[in-house]
């Protein structure tokens, strides 16, 4: 991981730690439930941002880096993976 995307990774979830320990005490305190799920849709969001910003990233550096390496069929295979996780 580069060292640019380490660091908004790592800013993104604290982000979303902050956001889910928000949403922890909206549903203690017993908030309307629209108000919750307007933040648990936040939080997706957020989380769908940092996902694709790591995919980019490992496009980026990763793959090029194990395709010089005679590794494509792992990263082939890894890609295929993580898009059958995606469509579950």
Known sequence: MLAENKADA???LNYI???????????EQEQYCI???????????AI?????MLLE????????????E???EQIIKEMVELYAMSNK
């Open 10 to 12: 790592l800013k993104r």
């Open 17 to 27: 730690e902050g956001h889910l320990d928000g949403i922890r005490r909206m549903v």
């Open 70 to 72: 005679n590794r494509a």
């Open 35 to 45: 108000d919750i799920l307007k933040q648990t849709y936040a939080v997706r969001k």
């Open 48 to 52: 769908e941002k940092l996902e694709g």
């Open 57 to 68: 990233g490992h496009l980026e550096s990763c793959v090029p880096t194990a395709i010089a």
